[in-house]
C-alpha cells in the first residue's frame, strides 16, 4: 500500500510539474540598451548599443561565461554602433547594420573572432539600415527590415555569401518593419513582428525559406510588439521576449512551435526590457540588457528561464 500511495505521489509530481520560473544571473559589466547579442558556445557575446553616459553610442563589447556565471569585457568593435542586428556562423560573431555614433544608418558588416579577439571588416550591405534583423542558415547571412534614420520602415531582404564574400539582394518581405526579431529553425529563417512609425506594433511573422527562394506566413504571435527579439532553442522552439508600447516595456514571452504551427505564453519576464539580446543554450532562454522603461533606459541585467 506504502509503495502504491508514493507512485502515485512520483506520478502526480511528474504530470503536473511546478510552473518554470525566470532565474537572475549576474549583471553585466555594462547597463545599455539597443544591443546586439548572440551565444558561440559556451558563451554569450554582447556589442554595441547606448550607454548612459550622454545617451552615447558606444563600441564595447562583452563575454558572459555561461558556466562560470562570470563576465568580461573583449576587444571593442572598430565602430560605435546602436541598432544593430548580430549573427553567428561557425563560432564566429557577425554585426551588421546599425546607427552610427554621429546618428546616420550603416551598412557595414563586422565579424569578431573568439579565438583571437579581434574584429574585422567584411564587405558591406547594398542597404544602409538599421533596427534590422539578421540571421544565418548554410553558408548564407540573411538581413531584413530596418529602417533609415528618417523612421521609414523597409521590407529589404539582402544575402551575404560567405564563400564568395558578395551580397544579392532577395524578395522583399511581405510587411514592411523595423525594430523586429529574428531566428532560425529548420533552415529557415523566421522574421516576427516589429513595427512602423504611424502603424504601431504588428503581431505580424513570416519566414524566408532560402531552398524555395520565397517569403510564407507564419501564424502571427498573440502579443504586438517592437523592439523585441527572439531565439532558437536546441529542439527548434523559437522564443520571443521583450519589446515596448505606449503602455510601456513588454513583460509577456511567446514561444512557437514550427511542428504544430502554434504559439503558447510562457512565464513573464520578471523585468520587462525592450532593445534587449535574446539568445538559448539547449532549453533555456537568457534574456540581456535592453532597456527597463522606453525610450532612453538602461539596465544590466540578465535572467534565465528553463523551458520544458
Known sequence: MRLY??????????????????EALRPATLQRTEVSAVRIA?????????????NATTALAERYDIARDRWRRISSMPVALNHAAAAVYKGRLYIVGGFGADGPETAGLLRYDPRTDRWARLPGMPTKRAALTAGCVGDRLYAAGGATVQGTP?????????????????????HAREHLAGAVSGRAFYVLAGRAAGQGNFTVAERYVPSRHRWERVPHLHKARGGTAAATLSDGRIVVAGGEEGAGTIREVELYDPSRRRWSRLPDMPTPR?????VARGRRVFTVEGGPQPGFAFSNTLEALDIR
Not at 42 to 54: D, E, H, S
Not at 154 to 174: C, H, N, Q, V
Request: charged content about 15%; aromatic content about 12%; glycine content about 10%.
Open 42 to 54: 559556451n558563451a554569450i557575446y554582447v556589442a554595441g548599443g547606448f550607454v548612459p553616459q550622454g
Open 274 to 278: 525592450h532593445g534587449l539580446g535574446v
Open 5 to 22: 500511495a508514493l507512485a502515485v505521489a512520483i506520478f502526480a509530481l511528474t504530470a503536473c510539474p511546478a510552473e518554470a520560473k525566470w
Open 154 to 174: 523597409l521590407a529589404t531582404l539582402e544575402i551575404y555569401d560567405f564563400k564568395t564574400r558578395r551580397w544579392s539582394r532577395g524578395p522583399s518581405m511581405r
